[in-house]
């Protein structure tokens, strides 16, 4: 890759800091930090005077810019009052939320509180001739800016979306001073919060899957010197199947000019084309190097502004060669990563930092989150009810995970009105637009577990046309808590805990299991709240964790997949507040599981999608007798007794009663005709089927449930074939002190025990001992 563009980031930070701001009007020694419920390893690495000081947007950058992030006047009024007050008699440090420790605040705000930041600051001399941008990551909820006295703009109503005012006419020739007024209403309102809510800001019980708000500015706050004529906007889209990668510029103050794009590899051009501002045109990428999580290629982007010959506006970027789609392999509808099926194996990630709740302390803990999964060996992370930083995104397309991204739901429990339905539409529309040049990101999911739904098919079909380069879930959790399948979007999204049970492909749609798991460990000395702790499995210690863990990973690879599986997301990769599922804690300073074990089943998990394990094909409306292949019990079949199911000695003195039991005639299976069904030979009706994990013979109800439990999927095994329960694909039937069970790979049980667990569920199909 061409250096110019990382070295401009690079250099960003120093940039930032020389002719710094004006600090405010009180001394920066005033403010003191508060004390964190539980440290990070980056805690106590956040500058007071500008934390966070690298480019807050890597996708469209320039050289120029100034940072605003550290201490600001403060002050919080009634929710009534809507002009700035006379006094602010507390300082904070942005961009972190007022209830985070970091802020130097870590107080409950309400409803019926607005918040109050000032701060000065003077534009360098540099500068002079330009316009200047005041930009903001994000502020949560509903933010009014004044800039020496006087209001920026319209007031911003969005909690998770970039914004930007032209400040130039507002600007004096000496020291100006920001004004930012900020009303969020959190859970009280109507608007997209995520899982914030108004909870004590210090550790408690309960909360639930829920945890505190994040209210205020959140995000980076920077000023940027522009030309009259400027790009607002480059939205990045490739193009495999012509190597080409589609260019729009927007802009604003424009009068005629034209745009240049670039793209380089290695400080060397690859291509470049111009078009108008505002329309789609094609740069060439000869013999793309395409981006995948195990080379996550990344080309530099030149956009130039022009207006004849002359560049009036330039601006750096990056771009990934990349396709998502979904389609049709082996007769099964799968996710597709550049035309291939690469099984996507991610986390629940929800972003919250006992530090600083919904802002991570530094850009290298923001990064470390996201390294942690590729050093377990995932390759997705889905980005739970919460929009990250652009710096998030940048490192995701550096290091190569594939991202799910939520869209922040609307409070549970409530219907929305027709304001709050425009709002959250339009919000989501911003979102889209700020990240849509993301290579990492290949889904965008509209709504979870039908909190706030409403409208699904319209949403997820206005969000494919509005992006059709990416994969849409119109709701995750379709089989969950009353949520409402929309019918569309690309993908079967089922959520299952502990799982990983069964989802499968439909005609039209992929299957993904957005979420499992949920294993819980509390580790002393690493809880938010001690003693309250929850989980949705409480395992007794890491061992326990580590065996649990990788069998649902195990059940994946041969079970979940093979049916028809393209992705599964595991709840979750930290702690958060009072749930103990993460794999690490929630102040990070612990990883709880064997990282190597776990990378090896994931890039086991991962390496299957080109070479799945393969089924086994049974004759059927023949009988036959199914033979332990375990050393020690070569000589014992599946039989009946008294209804349960037994393995036995059986030979050629062993009575005919004995025999019968130990004859099955295997049919299509009752539930699925690719898999099988086993009917007793001396009982016609009755078939072998497991409940409450033990496995018997009963009787046929008719029932959905039972054909169900009835049916079991062949899979080639050493020396025979393994027989894994269609309704829960990795669970086998396993012979287990001559008891036959469904067992669970590294399930809480005896019968799921280690041991000889592969022999003991694999079966040869010998030929009946009553024809």
């Not at 989980?535 to 041969?558: C, V």
Request: proline share 6%; aromatic share 10%; net charge neutral.
């Amino acid at each position: 890759m061409k250096l110019s563009g990382r070295v401009a980031l690079a250099l960003a930070p120093l940039i930032a800091t020389t002719g710094l701001l004006v600090a405010s009007a009180q001394p920066a020694s005033a403010w003191t930090p508060k004390t964190p419920p539980m440290t990070t390893p980056w805690t106590n690495s956040v500058s007071t005077t500008n934390p966070l000081p690298d480019y807050p947007r890597p996708q469209l950058t320039r050289t120029d810019w100034q940072n605003l992030n550290g201490i600001w006047d403060f002050a919080v009024t009634d929710s009534a009052q809507t002009t700035p007050p006379g006094t602010f008699g507390e300082q904070i440090r942005v961009p972190f939320p007022v209830e985070s420790a970091l802020s130097g605040i870590q107080r409950r705000i309400t409803e019926n509180d607005r918040m109050w930041y000032r701060r000065s600051f003077t534009i360098p001399a540099g500068w002079a001739g330009r316009r200047v941008q005041l930009n903001f990551g994000a502020v949560d909820w509903q933010s009014t800016v004044w800039v020496n006295g006087t209001q920026a703009g319209a007031v911003h109503s969005g909690g998770y979306d970039a914004f930007t005012y032209d400040i130039t006419p507002l600007l004096n020739g000496g020291t100006n001073t920001i004004v930012v007024g900020v009303y969020d209403p959190t859970d009280a309102g109507s608007q997209a919060v995520g899982k914030q809510r108004r909870n004590d800001v210090l550790p408690h019980a309960g909360g639930g899957i829920f945890y505190t708000g994040a209210s205020g500015i959140w995000q980076a706050v920077w000023l940027e010197p522009t030309p009259t004529a400027r790009i607002t906007r480059v939205d990045l889209v490739p193009n495999l199947s012509n190597n080409t990668l589609s260019v729009t510029a927007l802009g604003a103050g424009l009068s005629g000019q034209t745009v240049t794009a670039t793209v380089s590899s290695g400080g060397t051009a690859v291509g470049s084309s111009s078009g108008s501002v505002g329309t789609a045109f094609s740069v060439p990428v000869p013999n793309a190097h395409r981006w995948t999580p195990d080379d996550p290629f990344l080309y530099d982007v030149k956009v130039e502004l022009r207006s004849g010959s002359t560049v009036v506006d330039s601006i750096g970027s990056y771009a990934g060669m990349r396709s998502i789609s979904i389609g049709s392999v082996n007769g099964k509808l799968r996710i597709l990563l550049n035309g291939q099926f690469v099984f996507q194996s991610g986390t629940l990630d929800q972003g919250y930092w006992p530090d600083g709740i919904y802002t991570a302390p530094t850009d290298a803990a923001l990064r470390s989150d996201l390294q942690q999964h590729k050093s377990l060996g995932f390759n997705m992370v889905r980005k739970h009810i919460k929009v990250e930083p652009q710096r998030w995104f940048y490192a995701a397309d550096q290091l190569g995970l594939l991202v799910w991204q939520d869209m922040p739901a609307m409070p549970t429990g409530k219907n929305p009105d027709t304001a709050a339905r425009t709002q959250w539409e339009a919000e989501f529309h911003r979102v889209i637009d700020q990240h849509r040049s993301s290579p990492a990101l290949v889904m965008w999911v509209d709504e979870n577990e039908g909190w706030g739904q409403y409208d699904q098919a319209r949403i997820a079909g206005d969000v494919k046309a509005y992006d059709p380069s990416r994969l849409v879930d119109n709701m995750s959790g379709i089989n969950c808590c009353g949520a409402v399948d929309g019918g569309n979007g690309d993908v079967l999204d089922n959520h299952i805990y502990v799982g990983p049970g069964a989802t499968r492909p439909s005609g039209t749609r992929a299957a993904v299991l957005g979420e499992f798991g949920g294993l819980g460990l509390r580790v002393a000395g690493h809880e938010w709240s001690p003693g309250n702790g929850f989980s949705y499995e409480d395992q007794a210690s890491a061992a326990r964790l580590d065996d649990r863990l990788n069998g649902l990973y195990e059940q994946i690879r041969t079970g979940g997949m093979p049916q028809g599986l393209s992705a599964s997301v595991y709840t979750e990769i930290t702690d958060v507040e009072n749930e103990s599922n993460g794999l690490l804690t929630y102040d990070r300073q612990v990883v709880k599981v064997d990282a190597a074990r776990l990378r090896a089943s994931n890039q086991a998990l991962i390496g299957a999608s080109s070479s799945p394990v393969g089924s086994a094909t049974l004759p059927t409306g023949v009988y036959k007798s199914l033979r332990a292949t375990t050393a020690c019990c070569t000589n014992r079949y599946v039989r009946h007794r008294d209804s349960l199911g037994y393995t036995e000695v059986v030979d050629a003195n062993s009575t005919a009663l004995l025999k019968q039991d130990a004859t099955w005639r295997v049919v299509p299976g009752l539930a699925d005709s690719s898999c099988y069904s086993f009917e007793s030979r001396n009982y016609p009706g009755q078939y072998l089927r497991h409940q409450a994990f033990r496995v018997r013979k009963d009787a046929s109800d008719n029932s959905a449930l039972f054909k169900a439990d009835a049916t079991w999927c062949a899979q080639q095994g050493s020396g025979g074939v393994r027989l894994t329960a269609w309704n829960f694909p990795g669970q086998y039937l396993r012979h287990y002190n001559a008891e036959l069970w469904l067992a669970t790979p590294g399930g809480p049980s005896a019968y799921d025990g280690a041991g000889s667990f592969v022999a003991d569920t694999t079966w040869s199909v010998d030929a009946p001992w009553a024809p």
